[in-house]
């Protein structure tokens, strides 16, 4: 074992001859680490340049005109919507005009036909109270007659009463004339 142990020892010490630090810094191997460096660049740069950028470069054109293309429809379609709805907001309000032209038509239309009724019916009952009037006139004339007869009545019998004589028809009149005409 101890033969390993200095096998081991052996191959983690620096080489006979050798700086022994770490290889960048070793000023002898800079100028080709620089070529490689520049190399690396320039081909990175032309790979870049050359290939991954126009590519990337025509992907964002193609998503800016997407996304263009895409707003200038949401801006058609808006100004297309606002359009519908200036256009069914004056269809509303029309149809509100219409709707209060045809109540107020209405309203006058049933008003007429309530005045046109309340005048046939005015007419009608007044065509009644007339008739109404004129059969009271003739039954309180007819009921006057029938009084003045029962007055005629009414007085010859008193005045016979009273008197003992009967009186004639003609002075019974007489006197019932002479009572109405002084009242």
């Known amino acids: 074992m101890a ?3 200095a096998e081991h020892t052996a191959t983690t010490e620096a080489p006979a001859g050798g700086s022994g630090g770490m290889p960048q810094f070793d000023f002898a191997v800079w100028p080709g680490q620089i070529a490689w460096a520049l190399i690396i660049f320039v081909g990175l740069y032309v790979v870049l340049s050359r290939v991954l950028l126009p ?6 054109d193609t998503r800016a005109a997407k996304i263009n293309g895409d707003m200038e429809e949401a801006r ?7 359009a519908q709805a200036a256009a069914a907001a004056r269809e509303i309000a ?3 005009s219409r709707a209060q032209r045809t109540a107020v038509e209405a309203k006058a239309r049933s008003a007429e036909e ?11 009952l007044n065509a009644k109270i007339g008739e109404a009037e004129t059969r009271i006139r003739a039954s309180r004339d007819a009921a006057m ?6 007055a005629a009545d009414t007085v010859a019998a008193i005045a ?3 008197t003992g004589v009967a009186s004639s028809a003609e002075d019974v009149e ?8 002084s009242n």
């Not at 590519?55 to 964002?60: L, N």
């Not at 007489?174 to 005409?181: G, H, I």
């Open 3 to 5: 033969e390993a142990s």
């Open 55 to 60: 590519r990337v470069k025509v992907a964002m």
């Open 76 to 82: 058609r379609l808006r100004d297309e919507a606002q």
């Open 94 to 96: 029309e149809a509100r």
């Open 114 to 124: 309530a005045k046109a009724r309340q005048g046939a019916l005015e007419a009608e």
């Open 145 to 150: 007659e029938n009084v003045r007869g029962i």
């Open 160 to 162: 016979e009463k009273l």
């Open 174 to 181: 007489a006197a019932l004339n002479a009572v109405s005409t």
